[in-house]
């Protein structure tokens, strides 16, 4: 849940989650829309369908215990490196590597690495920086101050260092507990390190919805899969294409999903809300069967 997601966001939905599904048995013994209805509300809705799977597999494959191995926790749907080191590591105390947005540009800093930090041969170097703190196996031993704690709290310190000392645009580096180690700090770069991305070209789309009322009744739609926010229930929704009518579009595709011929009403509400690359307007009717 707490992916692209905040803390304050996340704790009434978590409190609601673990009290219908409190074991790993009784989420994977529960449909899918159930889940997804808990979720509505958090967004990147493919995290509540892959946990779903993942308890799922659990319960068929490994007899309902969690896995501790990193690449059986790999197999698991929705979980990358990054879970899997942090399941590893918080729950386990393994000593599993872990690279996200605090630590990879702590680490980054740390190493004087000026290259921009979503590359390939930049990830491959912080990950190997973050295995040899915790020790990782293939990494030999790590400092023995690293050893005095384990690796979860380690990792844990490393995070909260980055969000709160090491953090994107002023870094405190005179409260910070390791800069005497830090290559950026003594190069003075620490304002330049890492260096980021281009922000992606965002593409603008205008989205229609409609609400057809018949005495108390709302004509509601499923998301079928393969469509944005799968699973869901909707008013119709649909994206205009450039140069055509907006009122055409919509009417005919309500008939189209529904067989029901519409007369769009007066436009109520109008919201601007993004989704991953896309910059959306969205225009809200109401409409009424013919």
């Known amino acids: 849940m707490l992916q692209q997601t905040t803390v304050a966001a996340v704790i009434p939905y978590f409190e609601r989650f673990l009290a219908r599904f409190p074991t790993l048995t009784e989420l994977a013994a529960g449909e899918e829309s159930d889940v997804l209805r808990l979720w509505e509300g958090l967004g990147y809705y493919s995290r509540a369908r892959n946990l779903h799977a993942a308890a799922r597999q659990i319960v068929a494959e490994c ?10 926790l790999h197999r698991l749907p929705g979980i990358g490196r990054y879970t899997a080191g942090a399941i590893a590591s918080f729950a386990f105390n393994a000593p599993a590597p872990i690279v996200e947005a605090n630590t990879q540009r702590l680490y980054a800093r740390l190493l004087g690495d000026d290259r921009e ?80 991305a281009a922000r992606p070209v965002l593409t603008d789309l205008e989205d229609a919805t409609v609400a057809i009322v018949d005495g108390p009744r709302y004509l509601l739609r499923r998301r079928p899969t393969g469509e944005r926010w799968a699973g869901l229930w909707d008013f119709p929704r649909y994206t205009i294409p450039e140069g055509q009518g907006l009122s055409a579009v919509v009417t005919a595709g309500v008939l189209q999903q529904t067989g029901l011929q519409i007369s769009l009403g007066p436009q109520v509400a109008e919201f601007k809300h993004g989704v991953t690359r896309y910059r959306i307007t969205l225009r809200c009717f109401r409409g009424r069967w013919n």
């Open 63 to 72: 007899d309902g215990q969690f896995p501790r191995d990193l690449d059986e």
């Open 117 to 196: 930090l979503k590359g390939t041969a930049t990830q491959r170097t912080l990950w190997e920086f973050a295995a040899l703190l915790v020790g990782a196996p293939s990494h030999g031993r790590s400092p023995s101050t690293m050893e005095d704690f384990g690796p979860g709290a380690v990792n844990q310190a490393l995070m909260d260092l980055g969000a709160t000392v090491c953090t994107p645009t002023a870094p405190n580096c005179p409260a910070c507990p390791v800069v005497r180690w830090c290559a950026a700090s003594a190069a003075h770069r620490q304002h330049e390190i890492p260096r980021l």
